[in-house]
């Protein structure tokens, strides 16, 4: 689980995503932060990152598009 200041949220595994939308990269700086990059990521991360930690969670279109929109308003 991922930490998020100001948040319960105090994961230790995955990034803190405090300000995600303000970074340019996400990934190991691997993607450009837009839509597009993060919904792939979502969907399969160790099938875009070979290696990835973090698991296939096998979410649904409307999951996807929930988590890339709250992202995305992480600035």
Do not use: C
């Amino acid at each position: 689980m991922s930490s998020l200041n100001g948040t319960s949220a105090q994961g230790k595994i995955g990034p803190n995503l405090t300000h995600f939308a303000s970074r340019g990269t996400f990934a190991g700086s691997i993607f450009e932060n837009n839509p597009d990059n993060i919904r792939l990521w979502l969907k399969d991360p160790p099938a875009v990152k070979p290696g990835s930690l973090m698991p296939n969670y096998h979410l649904t279109d409307h999951q996807l598009d929930v988590l890339v929109a709250y992202l995305q308003a992480l600035q």
